[in-house]
C-alpha cells in the first residue's frame, strides 16, 4: 500500500492558515515568513546538540542560510560541516517549499540576535526578513487600508492568535511582517515623489 506524503508546507496551508487564498493578497510573503520560522525551527535537528546553543538560524535569503554563531572558532567547526549541514537541511527545507545551497555563518551579531531570541530560541528573527529596508516605519503608517483589507488583516491576526505551538512574541512578529510585507507592496505601487 503507497503511502501518501504531503509536504508539510502543504498542511500549513490546508489545517493552520484556512485563508481563501483569492482574497487573500498577501498570502505569498505569509507563506514565507510561516515556512522560515518552521524552517529556523529545525536548525537544533540539523545542528546537534553541540552547536544548537552556539548557533541560531537567522534569515533565509534565496537560498542562502544565515547564521549567527556565538564565535570566530564555531564559524570554523560548522564550516567543516558545511556541506553535510546543507544534506541534512535538504528534506526539511523542501518539505517547506525551500531550498538552501549555501549557510553564511556570523559572529559579529551574535548577541544581538541571541537577545532576540530570547533563553530557549524560541522567538525566530523569521518575520523581521524581506522587509526592504529603504522604507521605514514612518513610511509604512502613511499606508491606510479599505475595510476589505482590515477585514482581512483581523482574520490573519485571529489565525495566527489561534497557533498554540508559538510564542506570543514570534505571532506579533509574523502578524507585523505580513502586514508591513503588505503595506510594502502598495508603497511599491504608488508614483515617485
Do not use: H
Not at 534569515?59 to 570566530?72: Q, R
Amino acid at each position: 500500500m503507497a503511502k501518501d506524503f504531503s509536504k508539510l508546507s502543504d498542511i500549513l496551508n490546508e489545517s493552520v492558515l484556512t485563508v481563501n487564498k483569492e482574497s487573500w493578497r498577501f498570502g505569498q510573503a505569509f507563506d514565507k515568513s510561516m515556512s522560515c520560522c518552521m524552517l529556523f525551527k529545525f536548525w537544533k535537528n540539523v545542528a546537534g546538540k553541540k552547536f544548537e546553543k552556539l548557533s541560531i538560524p537567522y534569515e533565509l535569503k534565496g537560498a542562502t542560510l544565515f547564521v549567527s554563531v556565538m564565535s570566530p572558532a564555531v564559524i570554523q567547526e560548522l564550516s567543516f560541516f558545511k556541506k553535510e549541514l546543507i544534506e541534512k537541511y535538504a528534506p526539511y527545507a523542501e518539505g517547506l517549499n525551500l531550498k538552501i545551497t549555501d549557510i553564511r555563518f556570523d559572529y559579529k551579531n551574535w548577541s544581538v540576535i541571541k537577545a532576540s531570541f530570547g533563553e530557549n530560541n524560541s522567538d525566530s528573527k523569521a518575520f523581521d526578513t524581506d522587509i526592504p529596508d529603504y522604507y521605514t516605519q514612518k513610511d509604512y503608517e502613511t499606508i491606510g487600508l479599505d475595510n476589505i483589507e482590515e477585514e482581512e488583516f483581523e482574520k490573519l491576526k485571529k489565525t495566527i492568535i489561534n497557533i498554540e505551538s508559538m510564542p506570543p512574541l514570534l505571532k506579533e512578529k509574523m502578524y507585523n511582517n505580513a502586514l508591513n510585507q503588505y503595506k510594502a507592496q502598495k508603497l511599491r505601487k504608488l508614483p515617485p515623489k
